[in-house]
Structure formats: structure tokens, C-alpha cells
């Protein structure tokens, strides 16, 4: 078994907000119809939850369900049983037109923790984030690169891009986060 | 600027979030069509001044393609609709009418 690591092994930073790479994270995922049975029977076996509504996440003991798009969906659980759920979940989409595939590897979540942290994306995307809510999903781009986000905590965010642009996103994040470059407009 | 309403994702995004993909609604000729029929669906375009149907996609977003109706030149959005359609929608081709008595139509 290799030994796993994650794009930039937990590196972090301090500024007016927190930013951390958050290591090893289980990333699964579903493409298929929302209103299939065998799709949402699958998706409450291997997350506990029901398909979330349009932009937002559902969270059980066992896992969490983010909406990507109407077709798809991440499912986010341990990192170490990432493929046993996927091949469960392809063994059960056997005969119905939908898809499981294990993605940890192939992106990075960090987060924002402190009082700024909706402010460090405010500078890199293009959204309101005085106006965005609990619970809800965001997909856009942080400067050049696609990335999803939500609200994971009062004052903390988390964020998913592909592993490829972890540096990139990381540096971003720095400069956005760089002590003396508060705003102080959005709490 | 232009804002377009993803009619899958319902994000309100911006250009930056969104790829162009031209003019809409186009009769795809492939194989057998006679050199006529191709050469209007390679190269021919409307191209108009005013009222146009493209095509765009959700790039940095949810990933879907959408159509959009816009003022090509005072940017003014119409409304924005399925891509699972031959047609845009008859209620907008109505709303589209009341706004600008002298459009010619979506054909
Ligand atoms: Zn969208």
C-alpha cells in the first residue's frame, strides 16, 4: 500500500483569517437522476442522507452530501474508506444509468477560519458573500481556477478545487488573507 | 457586464463565470447534407444588431449549457432557458415582441 499524502500536506497560514489544507479527505463523486430510486437508495446507503436541494448540502453521522449541479452530486467521508463506499456504490448502479468515482486524490480542500473569511473570497470571486447563506454551495472560481465552497461553521468556509491548482489556490488564499489587507465590509 | 440566471444552478453569473458558444438554435448539417446546407452550418451567422439567441455554458459553475436571449447592443438580457429545446420559449419570444415591436422575429 502506498503511503497517501495530500497536494500540500496540511500546510497552513496565518493572516487575518486562517487559511489550512486540510490533508486527506474522502471525495466521492455520484453523477446519475436525482429522482431514480436505485440513485437515492445508493446515495442514502453510503451517506445517510436524502439528495439535497438545489445548491445545498445534507449532512447524517455517516457523511455529507454536497449539490454540484442537477446531475451531480460529492459525498464526502473518511478518507481511508473512500473506494470500499465507491465500489459499493458502483455495485448497486449496476443496471441503472449513473456513475460513483473516487476523487480524493484528485482534489484538495482547505478552509478560511476566522472573522474574514467570507472576505478572503470576496476578493476572488465573483459572488455576493454578504449575502450567502449557511449551508449553501457555491461552484465559481477563485481568480483563474473552478472552485466550490460552502459556509462550514459561523465564521469558517470551506473550499474544493482539483489537486492540480492546490499551490495556486493556496497562494491565492495567502495574499487574500495577508494581514493589513482587511476590508472590514462583510462579517 | 452581463449577468445571466443559470436556469439549472439559479446562480445569477457573471461573464467570468460563463463560456459564449454562439449563435443558437442552429440546424445541424453533418454528413450527406449538400455543400449549401454545411456552408450555412459552418459559416453562415445572423450576426445581428439587436435581438440575439446564443448558446452559453456554466463553465466555472455547475458545468451545464443554457441559452440566453440578449440585446447585442445595449447588452439588455431577455431571459435565459433550457438547452433541451428546439426553440426558445413562446412566452419569451412574446416578452421579447412587447419590449421591440420592430423585431423581425426568432427565425
Ligand atoms: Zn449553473
Given at each position: 500500500m502506498s503511503n497517501a499524502v495530500s497536494a500540500l500536506e496540511g500546510a497552513s497560514y496565518q493572516g487575518f483569517a486562517q487559511v489550512r489544507e486540510m490533508g486527506l479527505q474522502g471525495m466521492i463523486t455520484l453523477r446519475g437522476d436525482f429522482d431514480n430510486a436505485i440513485f437515492k437508495k445508493t446515495l442514502k446507503l453510503i451517506s445517510g442522507c436524502n439528495v439535497p436541494a438545489l445548491r445545498e448540502l445534507n449532512h447524517s453521522k455517516s457523511g455529507t452530501v454536497v449539490w454540484m449541479s442537477p446531475d451531480e452530486l460529492l459525498v464526502l467521508c473518511a478518507y481511508d474508506k473512500a473506494q470500499v463506499v465507491t465500489e459499493k456504490a458502483v455495485k448497486q448502479f449496476a443496471k441503472t444509468h449513473s456513475m460513483a468515482v473516487n476523487v480524493s486524490d484528485a482534489r484538495a480542500v482547505f478552509t478560511i477560519t476566522g472573522n474574514g473569511a467570507r472576505e478572503v473570497i470576496a476578493k476572488l470571486a465573483p459572488v455576493d458573500m454578504a449575502a450567502f447563506k449557511k449551508n449553501e454551495i457555491r461552484r465559481t472560481r477563485l481568480a483563474q481556477v473552478p472552485a466550490a465552497f460552502w459556509v462550514s461553521d459561523d465564521d469558517q468556509i470551506t473550499i474544493v478545487v482539483f489537486r492540480s491548482v492546490a499551490q495556486y489556490v493556496f497562494d491565492l488564499l495567502k495574499t487574500a488573507a495577508a494581514k493589513g489587507g482587511e476590508v472590514g465590509f462583510i462579517y | 457586464m452581463l449577468i445571466f440566471e443559470c436556469p439549472y444552478c439559479g446562480v445569477k453569473a457573471e461573464e467570468t463565470e460563463l463560456h459564449a458558444g454562439g449563435?443558437?438554435?442552429?440546424?445541424?448539417?453533418?454528413?450527406?447534407?449538400?455543400d449549401d446546407d454545411l456552408k450555412s452550418y459552418l459559416f453562415m451567422r445572423k450576426n445581428p444588431k439587436g435581438v440575439h439567441f446564443e448558446r452559453w455554458q456554466h463553465a466555472n459553475g455547475c458545468g451545464k449549457w443554457f441559452h440566453a436571449a440578449r440585446?447585442?447592443?445595449?447588452?439588455?438580457v431577455f431571459g435565459t432557458y433550457s438547452a433541451q429545446t428546439f426553440e426558445p420559449p413562446a412566452e419569451l419570444v412574446k416578452k421579447i415582441k412587447k419590449k421591440r415591436p420592430d423585431w423581425e422575429g426568432w427565425t
Open positions: - | 449563435e443558437a438554435h442552429l440546424t445541424r448539417h453533418g454528413a450527406g447534407a449538400s440585446c447585442t447592443m445595449t447588452l439588455e
